[in-house]
């Protein structure tokens, strides 16, 4: 018993920052973490476009962003993307001002900008949509972020194999120090998914010539998804 007594409270203080606010059995036992990971191939992208035009006229800078955002939901709607996985946002519009020496008003002109946010369920498509944004007079273009259609099914799979990697760790320390393992008194699970993410051009029009057409096919590497779990578990252990 003393034994198992100390690889209690070994591996209690192991797990001390995991278990600070749970409680623990008083007799015997051993806390073991598990972890896993599932990597997988992304089947949905999200990812959205701007337009931002400057004008003379209020009315001049919102009427061309209209035309782009009227072209690009073309664009969208031709490439299959349903309606529920489009949202454009509002119109926002706003002076720039300066003053000049003499502290009064100067008008450089009028901002306007839009941006149409869009989930691909068809990521093969992304390629031409980001090409037909740059055609419908998009400017502006936001980071696209990659997700699994089965990440509920895949978060329990990896939270599967972590608890299963938790339980072995847990049955070769207790058989360690002479001990089997019992039944298991408290489990605590976490995850972190690690999405791949890429941006189109660092400034995205840094591959489109001055005709609008592109130089070249644009060349990513292929995106990968990690689910990852960790499973925290104490169990009882017996002589």
Same mark, same amino acid.
């Given at each position: 018993?003393?034994?198992?007594?100390?690889?209690?409270?070994?591996?209690?203080?192991?797990?001390?920052?995991?278990?600070?606010?749970?409680?623990?059995?008083?007799?015997?036992?051993?806390?073991?973490?598990?972890?896993?990971?599932?990597?997988?191939?992304?089947?949905?992208?999200?990812?959205?476009?701007?337009?931002?035009?400057?004008?003379?006229?209020?009315?001049?800078?919102?009427?061309?962003?209209?035309?782009?955002?009227?072209?690009?939901?073309?664009?969208?709607?031709?490439?299959?993307?349903?309606?529920?996985?489009?949202?454009?946002?509002?119109?926002?519009?706003?002076?720039?001002?300066?003053?000049?020496?003499?502290?009064?008003?100067? =008008?450089?002109?009028?901002?306007?900008?839009?941006?149409?946010?869009?989930?691909?369920?068809?990521?093969?498509?992304?390629?031409?949509?980001?090409?037909?944004?740059?055609?419908?007079?998009?400017?502006?273009?936001?980071?696209?972020?990659?997700? =699994?259609?089965?990440?509920?099914?895949?978060?329990?799979?990896?939270?599967?194999?972590?608890?299963?990697?938790?339980?072995?760790?847990?049955?070769?320390?207790?058989?360690?120090?002479?001990?089997?393992?019992?039944?298991?008194? =408290?489990?605590? =699970?976490?995850?972190?998914?690690?999405?791949?993410?890429?941006?189109?051009?660092?400034?995205?029009?840094?591959?489109?010539?001055?005709?609008?057409?592109?130089?070249?096919?644009?060349?990513?590497?292929?995106?990968?998804?990690?689910?990852?779990?960790?499973?925290?578990?104490?169990?009882?252990?017996?002589?």
């Amino acid at each position: 018993m003393r034994v198992l007594q100390g690889l209690a409270l070994m591996a209690a203080m192991l797990a001390m920052p995991v278990w600070a606010d749970s409680p623990l059995p008083d007799g015997p036992h051993v806390v073991a973490s598990g972890q896993a990971k599932v990597v997988v191939a992304p089947d949905v992208a999200e990812s959205s476009v701007s337009v931002e035009i400057n004008a003379a006229q209020p009315a001049e800078a919102k009427r061309r962003v209209d035309v782009a955002i009227n072209r690009f939901l073309a664009a969208l709607h031709a490439q299959g993307v349903a309606e529920a996985d489009i949202e454009a946002s509002d119109l926002r519009l706003s002076e720039d001002i300066d003053t000049d020496d003499e502290g009064r008003r100067v =008008s450089n002109g009028f901002s306007a900008s839009r941006t149409v946010e869009f989930k691909l369920r068809d990521i093969g498509k992304l390629n031409a949509l980001l090409d037909d944004a740059l055609a419908a007079g998009m400017n502006r273009f936001g980071d696209t972020r990659f997700t =699994s259609s089965r990440a509920d099914a895949l978060r329990a799979e990896a939270r599967a194999k972590a608890a299963r990697n938790a339980t072995e760790r847990a049955r070769e320390l207790a058989a360690g120090f002479g001990a089997k393992l019992g039944a298991v008194y =408290s489990i605590n =699970s976490a995850n972190n998914d690690l999405g791949a993410r890429y941006r189109y051009g660092a400034t995205s029009l840094d591959r489109v010539e001055v005709s609008g057409t592109r130089a070249q096919p644009g060349r990513y590497l292929k995106p990968e998804i990690e689910y990852n779990e960790t499973v925290t578990a104490v169990f009882s252990i017996q002589p």
